[in-house]
Nanobody, 119 residues
Framework: QVQFVESGGGYVQPGGSLRLSCAAS????????MNWYLQAPGKQRELVAQ????????GYADSVNGRFTISRDTAENTVYLQMDSLKPEDTGVYHC????????????WGQGTQVTVSS
């Protein structure tokens, strides 16, 4: 059974940093492109960062490019999202997901981790 457990969120002031973690089980992250999604209040879930399986190339939404960094630890089967220079518009619930399932309601979503950026 595939499962993702996100952690590391919290309350931070604008300009602050957080590091999110996504522990995966039932799936080997090194074999899959892995994504971080943000579901902001009242908005649809959107892709913010991606790390490719083979090349370990990364990609980012324009809104977070230059501020967020996605990485992975294959030994720990964990994906990370380093979030710097946080802005209020980064507020929401962050989820990770394998590209195999995509941004699909039927995907095995975890509970996510809440990030709140506010002064």
């Amino acid at each position: 059974q595939v499962q993702f457990v996100e952690s590391g969120g919290g309350y931070v002031q604008p300009g602050g940093s957080l590091r999110l973690s996504c522990a995966a089980s039932g799936i080997t992250i090194s074999r899959h492109t892995m994504n971080w999604y943000l579901q902001a209040p009242g908005k649809q879930r959107e892709l913010v960062a991606q790390i490719r399986s083979s090349s370990v190339a990364t990609g980012y939404a324009d809104s977070v490019n230059g501020r967020f960094t996605i990485s992975r630890d294959t030994a720990e089967n964990t994906v990370y999202l380093q979030m710097d220079s946080l802005k209020p518009e980064d507020t929401g619930v962050y989820h990770c997901m394998s590209n195999v399932f995509g941004n699909n309601p039927s995907a095995p979503w975890g509970q996510g981790t809440q990030v709140t950026v506010s002064s």
